[in-house]
């Protein structure tokens, strides 16, 4: 009975069991009362030899957690190390494990951890600091995302001449053709006495609006001279095609030639006494050769008259230069100074060149003994300094090479100021290159274009011609009107009549121009740029308001011009090319 007793007495319940348990130490690891108080410098993990086995018989493993879990919750750990190493790679490295758990190739958190976690919080206030630092980095998070450009009230003036503009817009444009015999005659009328009604802002039915038609008719006018109705004068550069099989009785009749250009003379100092007087903003003179823009004092930012051509060759310039008139090649001197900067970069390497021009200077001597010995036969006759030598005739060619470099392009435009305006219109008439001496266009003068009326001058009307289509946009199509006009157009009549579609399309609409290569470069800056707001001399001058105060800004374009023009809500944009 004893030995029963003793037996049951032997027996433990479960709970006792349990509690044993929850007592018994961890084997080959620390207590929570011990983890917390190790010292700075204890590793946290067995050494790498007993990773691979188990932590204690009595425990069991998680199956459902990576190797990593198992050391514990994550720590704050210090990601600037006393080696300065790449605090963006060891992150990269770190990801990567805890994604895979795999440990090879990675850094151990023993090695990451080695001032211990006392120091931790410290460290992790500067983990907080160079974190930004590396996603600003990320070159894609650094750029700004490009903006739009917003759109202005206004663009910017172009000086170039157009010979086509097609404008296109959702609402219909049949309201610009065929206009009724008085509309007509109302804006040739008022175009003659530069008289300008104001429209409503707000037109709903532009067809039903006959001074809106009137208006468009007034936009259309511009003057030329000569007029020929079976010769297009314009444009004169490269335009053989257009003369070749037309009538040119002047052609082998000089008392015509001399007419013509008595007339043309008379006309040109007509165009100028009005541009001097302020009741002519500006006119262009179109040769077979180049184009020649005059403007009035307070146009594109000058305080005085200006007057640039383009494009000009060497003998030009100093034909002009002869005649003693003064100009500057505004581009010129930009190049100049761009070669100037490169020159800077070179004369770092003089020092080098001249170690070797001990070995250049024994090739030179070579040289000049073999010239010598080619041309000594001259001296045998004695006619060697009659004979210009190849040397001389180099120099010559190299002193002459960056103005010949620029003949015929647009960095060979050439600016006239002030007084010596007077002197170039004198050159024109006077000089013989100004007429073809042969070709299609011989004995005929220029051609001169202006927005108002002057002497000799003949009154002449864009072509416009309206169409409707149907335009295929996102998958639908939309109805589409445009209207295309042709002619030498000029700055003047291309914003008259942007301003006038503004108001009858609603501003919505957009434009493609077509500039007449050569007149480009007319919007290169001029030398004294005050743009004084000279209204009251030229508030006379045959242009809407508007328009005059356009034109007084000073050019922005540069060697460019406009190619397309588009406003929507009122606001324009556009592209240059």
């Given at each position: 009975?004893?030995?029963?007793?003793n037996?049951?007495?032997?027996?433990?319940?479960?709970?006792?069991?349990?509690?044993?348990?929850?007592?018994?130490?961890?084997?080959?690891?620390?207590?929570?009362g011990?983890?917390?108080?190790?010292?700075?410098?204890?590793?946290?993990?067995?050494?790498?030899?007993?990773r691979?086995?188990?932590?204690?018989?009595?425990?069991?493993?998680?199956?459902?957690?990576?190797?990593?879990?198992t050391?514990?919750?994550?720590?704050?750990?210090?990601?600037?190390?006393?080696?300065?190493?790449?605090?963006?790679?060891?992150?990269?490295?770190?990801?990567?494990?805890?994604?895979?758990?795999?440990?090879?190739?990675?850094?151990?958190?023993?090695?990451?951890?080695?001032?211990?976690?006392?120091?931790?919080?410290?460290?992790?206030?500067?983990?907080?600091?160079?974190?930004?630092?590396?996603?600003?980095?990320?070159?894609?998070?650094?750029?700004?995302?490009?903006?739009?450009?917003?759109?202005?009230?206004?663009?910017?003036?172009?000086?170039?001449?157009?010979?086509?503009?097609?404008?296109?817009?959702?609402?219909?444009?049949?309201?610009?053709?065929?206009?009724?015999?008085?509309e007509?005659?109302?804006?040739?009328?008022?175009?003659?006495?530069?008289q300008?009604?104001?429209?409503?802002?707000?037109?709903?039915?532009?067809?039903?609006?006959?001074?809106?038609?009137s208006?468009?008719?007034?936009?259309?006018v511009?003057?030329?001279?000569?007029?020929?109705?079976?010769?297009?004068?314009?444009?004169r550069?490269?335009?053989?095609?257009?003369?070749?099989?037309?009538n040119?009785?002047?052609?082998?009749?000089?008392?015509?030639?001399?007419?013509?250009?008595?007339?043309?003379?008379?006309?040109?100092?007509?165009?100028?006494?009005?541009?001097?007087?302020?009741?002519?903003?500006?006119?262009?003179?179109?040769?077979?050769?180049?184009?020649?823009?005059?403007?009035?004092?307070?146009?594109?930012?000058?305080?005085?008259?200006?007057?640039?051509?383009?494009?000009?060759?060497?003998?030009?310039?100093?034909?002009?230069?002869?005649?003693?008139?003064?100009?500057?090649?505004?581009?010129?001197k930009?190049?100049?100074?761009?070669?100037?900067?490169?020159?800077?970069?070179?004369?770092?390497?003089?020092?080098?060149?001249?170690?070797?021009?001990?070995?250049?200077?024994?090739?030179?001597?070579?040289?000049?003994?073999?010239?010598?010995?080619?041309?000594?036969?001259?001296k045998?006759?004695?006619?060697?300094?009659?004979?210009?030598?190849?040397e001389?005739?180099?120099?010559?060619?190299?002193?002459?090479?960056p103005?010949l470099?620029?003949?015929?392009?647009?960095?060979?435009?050439?600016?006239?100021?002030?007084?010596?305006?007077?002197?170039?219109?004198?050159?024109?008439?006077?000089?013989?290159?100004?007429?073809?001496?042969?070709?299609?266009?011989?004995?005929?003068p220029p051609?001169?274009?202006?927005?108002?009326?002057?002497r000799?001058?003949?009154?002449?009307?864009?072509?416009?011609?309206?169409?409707?289509?149907?335009?295929?946009?996102?998958?639908?199509?939309?109805?589409?009107?445009?209207?295309?006009?042709?002619?030498?157009?000029?700055?003047?009549?291309?914003?008259?009549?942007?301003?006038?579609?503004?108001?009858?399309?609603?501003?919505?609409?957009?434009?493609?121009?077509?500039?007449?290569?050569?007149?480009?470069?007319?919007?290169?800056?001029?030398?004294?740029?005050?743009?004084?707001?000279?209204?009251?001399?030229?508030?006379?001058?045959?242009?809407?308001?508007?328009?005059?105060?356009?034109?007084?800004?000073?050019?922005?374009?540069?060697?460019?011009?406009?190619?397309?023009?588009?406003?929507?809500?009122?606001?324009?944009?556009?592209?240059?090319?």
């Amino acid at each position: 009975m004893d030995e029963q007793t003793n037996s049951w007495s032997s027996c433990k319940r479960p709970a006792d069991i349990i509690r044993l348990k929850r007592k018994r130490p961890r084997d080959g690891g620390e207590s929570p009362g011990e983890s917390g108080s190790a010292p700075a410098s204890a590793p946290l993990t067995a050494p790498p030899g007993l990773r691979g086995l188990p932590r204690s018989r009595g425990t069991r493993r998680n199956p459902f957690v990576t190797s990593d879990s198992t050391l514990g919750p994550p720590k704050k750990v210090a990601l600037i190390d006393e080696d300065h190493e790449d605090v963006g790679g060891l992150i990269k490295l770190m990801s990567a494990e805890r994604t895979s758990g795999d440990r090879r190739g990675c850094p151990s958190r023993d090695s990451l951890a080695e001032t211990g976690l006392s120091e931790g919080d410290s460290r992790l206030e500067t983990e907080e600091q160079h974190v930004p630092d590396l996603l600003l980095e990320n070159p894609l998070e650094v750029a700004p995302v490009p903006t739009p450009p917003a759109g202005c009230a206004e663009y910017p003036a172009d000086w170039s001449l157009k010979t086509r503009v097609l404008f296109t817009s959702p609402a219909s444009l049949s309201w610009t053709e065929q206009p009724k015999a008085q509309e007509e005659a109302l804006g040739l009328s008022n175009s003659c006495r530069a008289q300008f009604g104001a429209l409503p802002h707000d037109l709903q039915e532009p067809r039903s609006w006959s001074e809106l038609r009137s208006a468009f008719q007034q936009c259309l006018v511009y003057w030329q001279h000569p007029s020929l109705p079976w010769l297009s004068l314009f444009p004169r550069i490269n335009a053989e095609k257009s003369f070749s099989g037309k009538n040119t009785p002047w052609t082998q009749d000089g008392a015509v030639q001399e007419s013509l250009m008595k007339e043309w003379s008379v006309s040109l100092s007509s165009l100028y006494s009005l541009l001097k007087a302020g009741l002519c903003p500006y006119f262009y003179v179109c040769s077979y050769q180049f184009t020649v823009l005059f403007r009035a004092a307070g146009l594109a930012g000058s305080h005085c008259i200006t007057a640039l051509i383009s494009p000009t060759t060497r003998g030009l310039r100093e034909a002009m230069r002869t005649e003693g008139v003064e100009f500057s090649v505004p581009l010129l001197k930009e190049r100049r100074k761009i070669s100037e900067q490169h020159k800077a970069f070179q004369l770092r390497g003089e020092e080098e060149e001249e170690e070797d021009k001990e070995f250049l200077q024994v090739d030179d001597d070579c040289q000049k003994g073999d010239e010598e010995d080619s041309l000594s036969w001259l001296k045998e006759m004695g006619i060697q300094d009659k004979i210009r030598t190849p040397e001389g005739i180099n120099i010559q060619l190299q002193k002459g090479a960056p103005t010949l470099s620029v003949d015929h392009k647009p960095e060979s435009v050439v600016r006239v100021e002030g007084s010596h305006s007077f002197n170039l219109i004198n050159f024109l008439i006077n000089c013989k290159s100004v007429v073809a001496a042969a070709g299609s266009q011989t004995g005929l003068p220029p051609t001169l274009l202006a927005p108002t009326a002057f002497r000799g001058a003949t009154m002449n009307v864009l072509k416009g011609r309206s169409v409707n289509a149907r335009n295929l946009v996102d998958s639908a199509y939309q109805n589409i009107s445009s209207l295309e006009v042709t002619g030498p157009i000029l700055p003047s009549s291309l914003h008259a009549i942007t301003a006038l579609l503004q108001t009858a399309q609603k501003g919505d609409f957009s434009a493609a121009l077509y500039t007449h290569t050569p007149t480009a470069v007319m919007n290169t800056k001029t030398g004294n740029e005050q743009c004084n707001k000279a209204v009251g001399t030229l508030a006379h001058c045959g242009l809407p308001p508007a328009s005059v105060d356009q034109l007084q800004q000073p050019s922005t374009l540069g060697k460019t011009a406009l190619t397309h023009i588009t406003m929507k809500n009122h606001s324009y944009t556009w592209k240059t090319g």
